[in-house]
Antibody
Framework: QVQLVQSGAEVKKPGASVKVSCKASGYTFTNNFMHWVRQAPGQGLEWMGI????????SYAQKVQGRVTMTRDTSTSTVYMELSSLRSDDTAVYYC??????????????WGQGTMVTVSS | EIVLTQSPGTLSLSPGQRATLSCRASQSVTNSYLAWYQQKPGQAPRLLICGASTRATGIPDRFSGSGSGTDFTLTISRLEPEDFAVYSCQQYGSSPYTFGQGTKLEIK
């Protein structure tokens, strides 16, 4: 079945970096864009950026631009999100989410299980 | 960027009742590119509706979406126990994609 499996929870100190992975299976990896969305505790969803697994091109939200890097490894069908210069307000659950095709283009039809990133001194 | 405002923040209803959730955009959403998601505690969101009114695969027909421009509505015709969750809207007509803050649907 189609699924996205993310890496486990992380605890980081302020100023450090974190790299979260998202392994796709059950579909052709390069057919769908992949996004990263985060959710701070008790808050709404926040779009962070998009990567095209086919060519590797990316686009990031202005709020995290300069601190976020999204990459992919087509040999393992895995996308990565690295966030640097971590601050306490980066504490959140980070989700990878597959963009749908055709009528669902622009929406997120498959989600990873989420990765909790805690930033604390 | 387009700001989405959902109301009410919390909606308390009983199973069998009808739920009406609102999502208002700060500017017109291109081509009604508006989606709705359901999220239960500890789980990832699930896509319910795309294009303002098209149900995603496997979504029961008690869920319906409507609206255009800046005003959108998600309606659940007869609430089932499993429908109590948080519902979020998302616009994908303009970059950056944005989400509403969510409406919590709780059992009365």
């Amino acid at each position: 079945q189609v699924q996205l499996v993310q890496s486990g929870a992380e605890v980081k100190k302020p100023g450090a970096s974190v790299k979260v992975s998202c392994k796709a299976s059950g579909y052709t990896f390069t057919n769908n864009f992949m996004h990263w969305v985060r959710q701070a505790p008790g808050q709404g969803l926040e779009w962070m950026g998009i990567i095209n697994p086919s060519g590797g091109s990316t686009s990031y939200a202005q709020k995290v631009q300069g601190r976020v890097t999204m990459t992919r490894d087509t040999s393992t069908s895995t996308v990565y999100m690295e966030l640097s210069s971590l601050r306490s307000d980066d504490t959140a659950v980070y989700y990878c989410a597959r963009e749908g095709l055709r009528i669902k283009a622009g929406t997120f039809d498959i989600w990873g299980q989420g990765t909790m990133v805690t930033v604390s001194s | 960027e387009i700001v989405l405002t959902q109301s009410p923040g919390t909606l308390s209803l009983s199973p069998g009742q009808r739920a009406t959730l609102s999502c208002r955009a700060s500017q017109s959403v291109t081509n009604s590119y508006l989606a709705w998601y359901q999220q239960k505690p500890g789980q990832a969101p699930r896509l319910l509706i795309c294009g303002a009114s098209t149900r995603a695969t496997g979504i029961p027909d008690r869920f319906s979406g409507s609206g255009s421009g800046t005003d959108f509505t998600l309606t659940i015709s007869r609430l089932e126990p499993e429908d109590f969750a948080v519902y979020s809207c998302q616009q994908y007509g303009s970059s950056p994609y944005t989400f509403g803050q969510g409406t919590k649907l709780e059992i009365k």
